[in-house]
Structure formats: structure tokens, C-alpha cells
């Protein structure tokens, strides 16, 4: 197993584009999170996912952002009409969730510049 | 609201010394904590996990310690190294769902 993937790991791209990022977790890992870091801040929880189920999502989170994971494998996560404040790291962490450890694994992450 | 801070923010130390950073969260119904370490430009790394029935956790010259009543953790970093340089970060799971992470504290330990 080559831990959680990210890609792309950089996207600029100009405002009002959409942009896509794919995550493939830890492939027994149930759980699969998304998160967005800004510079010298902590990771910012977008939402996550159970098995194809997404149980949460962030309350911050805008009608823009979509993520998926249609077979409780590999996600998605899509912004559409991207603002210049959209721009920051784009993280990804999966975990074997209800085994009362949880152990968060994160991915190298996807680094989105809007222009 | 569910909040996590970190004290202090920035930290520099001579190689050798032993240091403490501290985490502090709102809640004290917590699932677990997990003390994060993260390079520069870098996704992070997992160091230890304290689940909310434990007190305590060691890995090598690391030293996790959780106090629920009083809403705190502790890591404790012997014998620091220049290699230790990073910014490490607490995350809070509440209620076993999402984690909540502080801002962290980043470290710079001189040779």
C-alpha cells in the first residue's frame, strides 16, 4: 500500500474556473476526509465520508464545493467558479473508523492557486 | 462551539533541551486527540494517538499526555534535534466524527 494519493498535487488555474481533485485513500480505510489549509493555519474540516456515505459536512462550506466517492474508494472534489480566496492546500486523510483508534493519514495534499 | 488552541505559536530552541508544547479544547467529551507533525509545504504526519480512556502515550523520545477534566494535552519532545524543526499540530476528535485541529506551534531547534 502506497498510503493516501493526491492529485494533482498543484492546480493554478484563473477565477471562475471549476477545478477537480481526487483523493485514493488507504484501500481498507472506511473513512475518507477532506480538509483546506491556508498558510500558517491548521487544517479547515470540509467534510467526510463513510464507506460512499458523507456524513458530515462543514456548516463554512459553500454551494461551489461538491466531493464525491461513489464507491467507497477513491473521492473527488470539485469547486466550481473558483475565487481568488479559494486558494490553499487541499488536503485528504482516511482512517479505519469504529476501531476506536482512528489513526488519521494524511495525503501529501493539492495545492489550488486561483489567479 | 468545539475550538482547539495551541500555545505557544512559535518556538525556538538550542539543539539538546527538552520542551513541552501544550493544546488546549473546548469540549471535554472527547473521543480521542492525535499530535500531528508537518515539513513545510508538506501533507502531515501522525505521531501519537491518545484515546479518551488513556492518560499517556510514548513513542521514542515523544511523550503525549491528556488531562479531559481539565481540557489539555501536552507533548513532550526529549532531547531535541534540528531534525524536530516543523510546525506540529493538535487535533480533537469529538464524538468520534470529525477532527478539529489548532493552529499549531512551529518549532525550530538550532544546532
Known amino acids: 500500500d502506497t498510503g493516501v494519493s493526491q492529485n494533482p498535487r498543484h492546480k493554478i488555474t484563473k477565477r471562475g474556473q471549476n477545478v477537480t481533485f481526487r483523493c485514493d485513500p488507504i484501500?481498507?480505510?472506511?473513512?475518507l476526509y477532506w480538509y483546506r489549509q491556508t498558510l500558517g493555519q491548521g487544517p479547515e474540516f470540509l467534510t467526510y465520508?463513510?464507506?460512499?456515505?458523507?456524513?458530515?459536512k462543514s456548516r463554512l462550506l459553500s454551494d461551489r464545493f461538491s466531493a464525491e466517492r461513489p464507491k467507497g474508494s477513491f473521492s473527488t472534489l470539485e469547486i466550481q467558479r473558483t475565487e481568488q480566496g479559494d486558494s490553499a492546500m487541499y488536503l485528504c486523510a482516511s482512517s479505519l473508523g469504529d476501531s476506536g483508534a482512528n489513526v488519521l493519514t494524511f495525503g501529501a495534499g493539492s495545492r489550488l492557486t486561483v489567479l | 462551539k468545539q475550538e482547539v488552541t495551541q500555545i505557544p505559536a512559535a518556538l525556538s530552541v538550542p539543539e539538546g533541551e527538552n520542551l513541552v508544547l501544550n493544546c488546549s479544547f473546548t469540549d471535554s467529551a472527547i473521543y480521542n486527540l492525535q499530535w500531528f507533525r508537518q515539513d513545510p509545504g508538506k501533507g502531515l504526519t501522525s505521531l501519537l494517538l491518545?484515546?479518551?480512556?488513556?492518560r499517556e502515550q510514548t513513542s521514542g523520545r515523544l511523550n503525549a499526555s491528556l488531562d479531559k477534566s481539565s481540557g489539555r494535552s501536552t507533548l513532550y519532545i526529549a532531547a531535541s534535534q534540528p531534525g524536530d524543526s516543523a510546525t506540529y499540530l493538535c487535533?480533537?476528535?469529538?464524538?468520534?466524527?470529525?477532527?478539529?485541529f489548532g493552529p499549531g506551534t512551529r518549532l525550530s531547534v538550532l544546532p
Open positions: 487535533a480533537v476528535s469529538f464524538y468520534g466524527q470529525n477532527f478539529v
Open positions: 491518545i484515546q479518551s480512556s488513556q
Open positions: 484501500s481498507e480505510h472506511n473513512r
Open positions: 465520508f463513510q464507506n460512499e456515505a458523507q456524513l458530515e
